[in-house]
């Protein structure tokens, strides 16, 4: 990117040029003209943040003198509606740009423009962060073929000291499926890039709309491993702290419980009537966990630094599991949990629906006592944060971790004391599919049934081959 690099140099040179003294952002007068009988303008605009679609408070805006008509030179912050006003502005050609941290986040140098003040009144000049297109293009280059697919960029930082982090590899995958004559076809296509010096980085190709899974690692030092929405518009933004996590003493080696030197603590409440939860369950993933006390708070002092996941639970409500970052000095997290009830009474009113509509089949084989058929409110019950976790409880299937560290869905099989079960979603047999796979791509709320076959009840329909294993069977909604 030297062309923002040569626009950032650009700037300084024309502040350091214009102004006699240094402009600070706490000063709003820097050199001002000798008093003159030539006339004078209000400059004034909106700084837009176009990624956000929202104005951009706190921009650090100044209005340099670009010739030698006039010896001007001022610093002013745009308020938290992204205002900004100049005024006694003389008659000359001028260089507007803005500074803000959204900037370094997006790798951008100052944006800039030019604005000519000829004569007394008022002269309207809007700043902007590009729109997501012209970022995408600026940063992947113009789109080849149909779609140029999304981009996602961000910095990476210390835990410890919030200092960017250099050199770390930063990857991104998810699951694509295509379907053709000769079936499904499976692939988990990847991104990787490495952070610049001053932390950031950028990957493009990424589906848009869409969801990837992101982290980062060097070293010892790494995130856990988190989910990001690219939206519609092709274009998201996800900052990343990397710390260090060590495996508590006595850990089991199939599951090692992560520890370190943060420290995390908030308050949890019901939504329903805001009073707080005792007793409900914290718990980083892989990690360290404790319960709330009669007020609802809780701390943590022994989490791993840097981006983890946080899973909450409580008895009676619907669990949440959200991103969170350790750092130092971070604020007590407010979490809000939704009763029980209410998400139920949700779901059943869907599910109907969806049933009535789509899967009469699987109520005709629900009637006949044949296997096992969870339904939507038997599955919020157990509470899941992802799918597999539904099975945990399932007489006769498991939860294994393989060689590779992926917990996947096994059944006892006819021939071998556990197995790996056929997975059919919608009807469509998913050859290839890695149950591990199922928590990306099939959510707890989006499950309308589920048929569970061990071997030997299998109907035909949903028995691919004679392999002496079952099926699972998902319909959605």
């Known amino acids: 990117m030297p062309h923002r690099r040569r626009l950032g140099a650009a700037l300084t040179v024309l502040l350091t040029a214009a102004l006699a003294a240094p402009v600070s952002a706490q000063s709003t007068t820097a050199a001002r003209p000798p008093a003159t009988a030539s006339p004078r303008a209000v400059v004034y605009g909106i700084v837009q943040d176009s990624v956000a679609a929202r104005p951009l408070g706190g921009a650090v805006v100044q209005l340099v003198a670009a010739d030698s008509l006039a010896n001007y030179g001022r610093t002013i912050v745009s308020d938290t509606t992204g205002h900004f006003s100049f005024d006694d502005v003389p008659v000359g050609r001028y260089t507007l740009g803005f500074f803000h941290p959204m900037l370094d986040s997006l790798g951008l140098e100052p944006i800039l423009r030019a604005v000519g003040v000829t004569g007394a009144g008022a002269v309207h000049a809007d700043l902007a962060v590009p729109s997501p297109g012209r970022l995408r293009t600026a940063i992947c280059g113009a789109a080849v073929g149909q779609s140029a697919g999304g ?3 961000g910095s990476v930082h210390q835990a410890l000291g919030r200092a960017p982090a250099a050199g770390v590899t930063v990857i991104a995958e998810w699951i694509e499926l295509t379907f053709g004559p000769g079936g499904m076809t499976r692939r988990t296509p990847r991104r990787i890039a490495t952070t610049q010096d001053n932390g950031w980085f950028s990957l493009c190709r990424v589906p848009g709309p869409g969801v990837v899974m992101l982290m980062a690692t060097r070293g010892a030092d790494s995130t856990a491993a988190i989910e990001v929405q690219v939206p519609a518009t092709g274009f998201a933004r996800r900052e990343l702290y990397l710390g260090r996590a060590r495996i508590a003493a006595g850990s089991d080696t199939s599951r090692s419980r992560h520890v370190g030197d943060g420290r995390l603590s908030g308050m949890v409440r019901s939504t329903s009537d805001g009073r ?21 708070e809780w701390t943590l002092t022994d989490a791993p630094p840097g981006t983890r996941l946080l899973e909450v639970r409580a008895v009676g409500f619907y669990p949440e599991r959200r991103t969170v970052d350790i750092v130092d000095s971070v604020a007590p997290l407010r979490v809000a949990l939704a009763t029980f009830k209410s998400v139920l009474d949700t779901m059943k009113v869907s599910a109907t629906r969806t049933v009535d509509m789509n899967l009469v089949g699987f109520q005709e084989r629900r009637r006949s006592g044949v296997g096992r058929f969870l339904m939507p409110g038997e599955i919020a019950v157990r509470q899941p944060f992802v799918t597999s976790e539904i099975f945990r409880s399932v007489p006769g299937l498991f939860l294994d971790r393989t060689m590779d560290a992926e917990e996947k869905v096994m059944m006892r099989g006819l021939f071998e004391d556990r197995c790996e079960p056929a997975i059919y979603i919608n009807g469509q047999w998913m050859n290839g599919l890695a149950s591990g796979d199922l928590d990306g791509f099939i959510r707890p709320s989006e499950i309308a049934g589920i048929e569970v076959y061990m071997a030997g009840q299998v109907p035909t329909q949903f028995q691919p081959a004679l392999g002496g294993c079952g099926s699972l069977v998902f319909w959605t909604k």
Do not use: F, K, W, Y
Not at 282 to 290: C, H, K, L, M, N
């Open 151 to 153: 981009v996602l960029i």
């Open 276 to 296: 707080p939860l005792a007793g409900a369950q914290i718990s980083i993933v892989d990690g360290p966990q404790t319960r709330t006390n009669a007020r609802g």
